[in-house]
């Protein structure tokens, strides 16, 4: 395969990854919640987050490990799903505690473009995993890890710059808020 065809049905892939992710993250947005479930996962979440959003490392670390874990061959794509709809789970409940519309919790993260530029890292991730799981059936596995350092390399450069931009929105909405 050329390498234009090849960057271009790695794109395509990647895109749909990513549309698919995006409504499993809607779905787990828009899943009801009940009020005690929504105060204990965002209570969860602070504690969690707490250490996470200190600075751009944190955040990207954590995208990180979720993107690699998406990268396994076959598993790497339940996985993803899994952790997807479980963060729109979260956006759930943080609405709910919240009393603001979970439609709106939900584009908060696209409006501002991390959460475009994350989901697709992740789209990425998740488009790689099926081809490992295709290439290992195919006994073609040998050629795709030779790819697999640019994909990565993508995924990497994607989250990164999602997390600066996400560390950034953070830290100016913190200046707002009272401690």
């Known amino acids: 395969m050329q ?21 499993l993250l809607a779905a787990g947005a828009l899943t009801p919640i009940s ?3 929504a105060e204990q996962m965002a209570e969860w979440l602070k504690d969690m987050a707490s250490g996470l959003v200190q600075s751009p490392l944190g955040i990207f670390l954590n995208n990180l490990a979720a993107s690699l874990l ?38 908060v993260p696209f409006v ?12 990425f991730a998740v488009s790689e995993s099926f081809y490992l799981a ?13 790819i697999l350092p640019f994909v990565v390399a993508v995924v990497v450069g994607l ?3 999602a997390a600066v931009i996400e560390w950034s929105l953070i ?9």
């Open 134 to 146: 295709s290439a290992a059936v195919r006994k073609r596995f040998g050629r795709e890890l030779r």
């Open 35 to 37: 009020s005690s479930d």
């Open 171 to 179: 830290a100016f909405f913190q200046r707002f808020s009272p401690s």
């Open 112 to 123: 501002t473009l991390y959460g475009f530029v994350e989901m697709l890292a992740y789209g």
């Open 70 to 107: 998406m990268m396994v061959p076959a598993l790497g794509i339940g996985l993803a799903a899994y952790i997807v709809y479980q963060t729109g789970l979260v956006i759930a409940a943080i609405s709910a505690s919240s009393r603001i519309p979970a439609v709106f919790s939900l584009l």
């Open 3 to 23: 390498l234009p065809s090849l960057v271009f049905s790695r794109l395509i892939a990647g895109l749909i990854a990513t549309v698919v992710l995006t409504c």
């Open 159 to 161: 989250l990164a710059l």
